[in-house]
């Protein structure tokens, strides 16, 4: 018998515990844990109230993480560890582009390198949504050269435009009050021309000649609006930050990832990829920023709302709000519009998608930049709660992970549902501990889950 | 005199040996050449640091490669075992009366280093016996995100077990190592001392990879079904690995502790763990060369750095983190199994 042989008969006595019973166990131990609290709550109810409101935030955030890491999951199939730095950008971003005005100008950060690296990755995005959607048809009518020409023209126009309103965040709200006019405007015609139709039955073409004026005006109004409020810069910053990160995941899919899959025998692969991204990213956030925590500036919403003797901040519904919003929007997309159908095929089998004709590399891409968007969303929101560090990414990720594994991988409720529910596990289960336990309890979670319930709360369908 | 025209033919189309496509050889070359001749250049204070924290990281790599190259499982969570080992290292040896510094006192028992370091690497052993035994049944990406949970459950108990750890004051005094009444208190003895266990640690590794258990993980790796259909019962293999491997790092963080004399939570923050799979994956898969290979480009990665002039110092940490995450993704495009890899991941 060989030292090796030794060894696995020493070790494999100590294995020898039977699957149902460890799971009856862990039913038992999880049983009494949630008896125990709920005695707890019973026992003192406005205590109870108080951790639930301090929890519905933080679940917001970590439910807006899940639901965008599990749309990105359920259709590529590979965890994008991209998706952290994503939230970690989205913060930095609000915070990049407010630091001029803010703190007296003392952290001011504003550089030419990122401001030219993130107008290149927009025109680089721009230019390839252009070819996406002309190429093939214009190929025919033009030469090349004329063709090239045509692109590079808005493709060039759409990166100074970003360069300057990254360049001159002190006067983002002028900068940008002519993209929220005209996008408002469209909306705005889109919609009415819309009820419009709906209304009349197809009848009365003239009429929707009358409702181009309206909706202009109304772009023009909104767009004025936006001019003349110095305030509306902090959320202004919120939605530009959030494209830029958008925007970035996008070009990391369509550049690399795309590749990058063609090529992986495992979703390992994948994962070690995106794990240098996650490494690199985060370092050039340190060096750009320090690693100092900082505080992002005041939001609205800082007064206190007293409920049934509970405590919670305006900023803080504010946010749940969001993580509905969002929610329902992506429910919207996915189970109403011909893209969710699509996003949904390519989940089930892409290369059966790809067969009956759908642009898989566009969808999976577009699935990229929501998801993206939506982790610079929950990083927001989170550092305005809290503050913002660089590594703050990492960690968000991981939470919006086991957030999406306790709802159960996959599943658009389950994520919505896991995250408020790690939210408030993690303030009750700080009830008889200290508040910086919460990070090892979220974990202990998720080995529990993943041990006995590996399904989740509401499993895939 | 007849030429034989065929051998002369093979000859001339034997591919030289320094041809551009052999990456293996001229990794190795590149990276012992710079090491070389950096240490040269700085001179014998500097190599002996450098060879010192290059025995710690290569100490760790190998053991980590038996687990992530060998057997197939991508632990990020290996930093925790390195905590353990250093923890109960300092907990153990070290005879600061921390009452006089007005913080908190923890128990210290001032053992001398030989007689701590059997119990630090048994207490990551147990450690990870408990811990692989809960972790058996993941795999591939879930396995990543449990083993990440596991160096942030370990890195909270660092920071935050205060009775134990005192938290992020760090304790201090922790022994060098005593042979015989000789304290090795210099430098280069403590480096001898480290190299020799990184010598015992690769040839136990080359030991456990070349025997038939090594040939069993290969196996798990490649196909874990099929080596479950010839009767080995997988589960007790994997654990195996694991708690070995967990004791080498348990060995590594007790050498770092006494090295560096005090420790505090920030030596072994998940960040540390991500490196170090970027070390193994770097140096290359399933070879315990690669991650000898590894830890020498990473350290001299950082020490390389220092010297460039545009660079300020305290961003070295952080460049050197921009080159391993660029270098991960090129590694992954190009070459999935590292510089001198056997298994492509």
Request: hydrophobic share 60%; glycine share 10%; charged share 10%.
């Amino acid at each position: 018998m060989s030292l090796a042989q030794l060894k696995v008969a020493a070790l494999s006595s100590a294995l020898r515990i039977q699957e149902h019973h460890s799971r009856a166990l862990a039913t038992t131990l999880t049983t009494a844990v949630v008896a125990y609290v709920i005695w707890k709550i019973v026992q003192s109810p406005e205590q109870a109230l108080q951790f639930a409101f301090n929890g519905l935030p933080v679940g917001a955030v970590y439910a807006l993480l899940a639901l965008g890491f599990t749309l990105v999951y359920s259709t590529v199939w590979f965890f994008d560890l991209y998706y952290g730095a994503a939230a970690a950008l989205g913060a930095y971003g609000v915070f990049y582009l407010r630091s001029q005005d803010f703190l007296g100008g003392r952290y001011d950060v504003n550089s030419h390198f990122v401001n030219i690296v993130f107008a290149a990755v927009v025109a680089g995005v721009v230019a390839w949504a252009l070819h996406e959607n002309f190429h093939s048809r214009l190929r025919s009518r033009f030469r090349p050269k004329v063709l090239l020409a045509l692109g590079a023209l808005p493709t060039g126009a759409v990166g100074v435009y970003m360069w300057l309103v990254l360049a001159n965040p002190s006067s983002l709200n002028a900068l940008l009050s002519p993209v929220i006019g005209v996008s408002v405007a469209a909306v705005a015609f889109w919609a009415l021309q819309r009820a419009h139709r709906r209304l009349s039955f197809g009848r009365g073409r003239s009429a929707i000649v009358a409702l181009v004026p309206a909706a202009a005006a109304l772009g023009a109004y909104c767009g004025f609006l936006v001019a003349v409020t110095p305030e509306s810069k902090l959320y202004l910053g919120w939605g530009v930050s959030c494209l830029l990160a958008g925007a970035v995941s996008l070009a990391l899919y369509r550049g690399l990832y795309v590749y990058m899959r063609l090529r992986a025998k495992s979703p390992l692969i994948m994962l070690v990829a995106s794990l240098g991204i996650l490494l690199a990213i985060t370092a050039i956030i340190t060096i750009i920023f320090r690693a100092a925590p900082r505080p992002l500036p005041e939001a609205f919403g800082s007064d206190v709302w007293t409920i049934a003797g509970a405590n919670i901040k305006g900023f803080n519904v504010f946010a749940i709000g969001v993580a509905l919003a969002g929610f329902a929007g992506l429910l919207v997309l996915l189970k109403r519009t011909a893209f969710g159908t699509a996003v949904r095929a390519i989940g089930d089998d892409e290369e059966v998608s790809k067969v009956v004709g759908i642009n898989t590399t566009v969808v999976v891409a577009v699935v990229f930049f929501i998801g993206a968007m939506f982790a610079a969303l929950a990083g927001i929101l989170s550092g305005h709660d809290t503050a913002i560090q660089p590594r703050m990414g990492l960690l968000l990720l991981l939470k919006g992970w086991i957030a999406s594994v306790i709802g159960g991988i996959g599943n658009l409720h389950g994520a919505i549902i896991g995250g408020f529910a790690l939210g408030m596990i993690e303030q009750f289960g700080i009830w008889d501990l200290a508040g910086e336990w919460k990070d090892v309890i979220s974990f202990v979670v998720l080995i529990v889950f993943l041990s006995f319930w590996p399904q989740g709360l509401l499993p895939r369908r | 005199m007849a030429l034989n025209t065929q051998a002369v033919g093979n000859l001339l189309r034997r591919r030289p040996r320094f041809a551009r496509g052999n990456i293996e050889l001229w990794a190795n070359l590149v990276i012992l050449s710079w090491a070389a001749a950096f240490m040269l250049w700085q001179g014998v204070g500097f190599a002996i640091t450098v060879s010192t924290v290059f025995a710690i990281w290569a100490i760790l790599a190998v053991s980590l490669n038996l687990v992530v190259g060998y057997t197939g499982l991508l632990s990020v969570g290996h930093v925790g075992f390195f905590g353990i080992g250093a923890y109960a290292m300092a907990i153990l040896s070290s005879d600061a009366s921390y009452e006089q510094l007005r913080t908190e006192a923890i128990p210290t028992f001032g053992w001398p280093f030989f007689a701590a370091l059997p119990i630090s690497v048994v207490l990551a052993g147990l450690v990870a016996i408990v811990v692989g035994v809960a972790f058996n049944r993941f795999r591939d990406d879930i396995y990543v995100l449990v083993s990440f949970g596991f160096a942030v459950i370990a890195f909270n108990l660092f920071l935050n077990w205060r009775p134990l750890t005192r938290g992020a004051f760090g304790i201090h005094e922790i022994a060098r190592p005593e042979i015989g009444g000789w304290t090795l208190n210099g430098a280069f003895e403590f480096l001898v001392l480290a190299l020799v266990f990184l010598a015992i640690v690769v040839l136990i590794s080359w030991f456990i990879v070349t025997s038939s258990f090594g040939r069993v993980l290969t196996a798990i790796r490649e196909d874990e079904q099929a080596i479950e259909v010839f009767g080995y019962q997988t589960a007790h293999y994997k654990l195996a690995i694991w708690v070995i491997s967990a004791m080498m790092a348990g060995l590594a963080g007790a050498l770092f502790g006494s090295w560096t004399s005090f420790i505090d939570p920030n030596s072994f923050v998940l960040l540390e763990s991500i490196l170090l799979v970027s070390i193994v994956i770097l140096g290359g898969l399933a070879t315990i060369w690669g991650s000898l290979l590894g830890a020498m480009a990473f350290v001299m990665l950082e020490e390389g750095m220092r010297f460039l002039p545009f660079l300020p110092t305290e961003y070295v940490g952080q460049a050197r983190q921009v080159v391993l995450g660029v270098l991960l993704v090129l590694l992954m495009l190009f070459r999935p199994q590292g510089l001198v890899g056997k298994f492509r991941l």
